[in-house]
């Protein structure tokens, strides 16, 4: 159960808020550090160690450290204690368990108070351990090495205060892994119906909008609005109007209490097909299925006679594919060709987005340049800086603010399946 090389458990007692454990070490001989002669027994002390929880209730480790003595009378050194890696002098915590918290600070979002806690000590004899070792680990000289790509992002570490200190400027490795996951392609299903219909919409959207009569950027579709059934019914909209109970004075009632009716639900209004499949219409082609596809086509036959609607979703899907290109030149192209297309749609939200993607050509296709790089490994540390700041409800020291954020984002929780960005 210690499970600790060189010492061996003399008793276990289970008190009602922990679990004291009395060790010793397996050394029966001991040379001096000074002269190196062999010294002899002078007794024990015994030194208090809080160590990592078990049977979720802290662990205190009661080691009897033996004292030895010098039989040289010409050494300096009187008498020494042995020493042992799981204990340091004089410390308060094990290594075990200074190792343990700083995984969890690591690997788990939690705080430094809600560890102590667990291992049963002061906030202060936490940190003061913690900061030791991570401050280590952060002054490795190898931590950075092999880093080729750095994503820089600002925030402000301390909201509340005024002054020029307020902002921090974090860099992200953004390096890729040589063990990254293949890149997501676009082969897979693709909705025949759909695609022979909105077959070459992509080159001319608007001559073949204008052909087919559409409104050409008239503002947002009416009929995919959600509405309410039963409003609609009582304002004379659709069939089934609701009939209305004539008023009756509270004093005027005769006769036993009326029963309790069945609710009258409305019928479902017709000529809403595209409002039926406004979830389809999220999806992405890949992921529809025969019947999906059968739903889409019929949906969009009925509901989209402007054709507006399904121009829109021919958009999104090129744009989705992108992304989601077999290789970076496929994907090059396609964004070329989006950039190109977009803003002659006339759709007005499209366009828009057009003009909008033409204006950042430049970083939309750098995105091909340098091999995928992107900010979204820096986006995804901000959110773990934040996370930690405000599980932590703000922070006063900055050195503490720094550790505690680079141990978060250190890139190392084992449960990802890819090793991610890391500060």
């Not at 005024?162 to 040589?178: C, E, P, Y």
Request: hydrophobic residues 40%; charged residues 25%; glycine residues 10%.
């Amino acid at each position: 159960m210690f499970d600790v090389a060189g010492m061996h458990v003399l008793d276990v007692i289970r008190e009602p808020e922990r679990l004291v454990l009395t060790v010793e070490t397996d050394r029966d001989v001991a040379g001096c550090p000074t002269c190196g002669v062999v010294a002899i027994g002078h007794g024990r002390r015994r030194h208090r160690v809080h160590d990592a929880p078990c049977f979720s209730v802290p662990v205190v480790v009661v080691w009897a450290k033996r004292v030895w003595r010098c039989v040289e009378p010409t050494c300096a050194t009187q008498a020494f204690s042995e020493t042992h890696r799981l204990v340091g002098p004089r410390a308060k915590l094990t290594a075990r368990a200074v190792e343990w918290a700083v995984a969890a600070l690591g690997h788990d979002d939690t705080t430094v108070s809600a560890l102590a806690r667990h291992l049963g000590v002061d906030w202060h004899t936490l940190w003061a351990a913690v900061e030791v070792e991570a401050t280590r680990r952060v002054d490795h000289p190898g931590r950075l090495d092999g880093v080729a790509a750095l994503g820089v992002d600002e925030h402000i570490w301390k909201p509340s205060r005024r002054g020029h200190d307020r902002a921090v400027t974090s860099m992200v490795d953004l390096t890729r892994d040589a063990q990254r996951l293949p890149a997501r392609t676009a082969s897979g299903r693709r909705p025949g119906p759909v695609r022979d219909r909105v077959r070459g919409l992509a080159e001319e959207p608007a001559d073949t909008v204008r052909r087919r009569g559409g409104a050409g950027g008239a503002g947002p579709l009416p009929w995919l609005r959600q509405r309410d059934p039963r409003r609609a019914a009582r304002r004379g909209r659709c069939a089934g109007r609701l009939p209305r109970r004539p008023a009756r004075h509270p004093g005027r009632r005769r006769g036993p209490p009326p029963r309790p009716t069945a609710h009258r639900r409305a019928p479902r209004p017709q000529g809403r097909s595209a409002l039926q499949i406004r979830g389809l219409l999220r999806h992405g082609a890949e992921h529809l299925g025969p019947r999906q596809v059968a739903r889409l086509d019929a949906g969009l036959i009925a509901g989209d006679p402007g054709w507006e609607v399904t121009i829109a979703w021919q958009c999104y899907q090129q744009l989705r594919s992108i992304y989601h290109a077999a290789s970076s030149a496929e994907g090059r192209r396609t964004a070329e060709r989006v950039i190109a297309s977009f803003p002659t749609c006339p759709i007005a939200e499209v366009a828009r987005l057009g003009r909008t993607l033409r204006a950042w050509r430049t970083q939309l296709l750098a995105y091909f340049d340098t091999g995928g790089v992107n900010n979204g490994g820096t986006e995804a540390i901000n959110l773990l800086i934040e996370k930690t700041r405000r599980l932590a409800h703000g922070f006063r020291n900055f050195t503490h603010y720094r550790l505690r954020i680079l141990l978060a984002a250190s890139g190392t929780r084992a449960y990802r399946r890819a090793p991610p960005a890391h500060a």
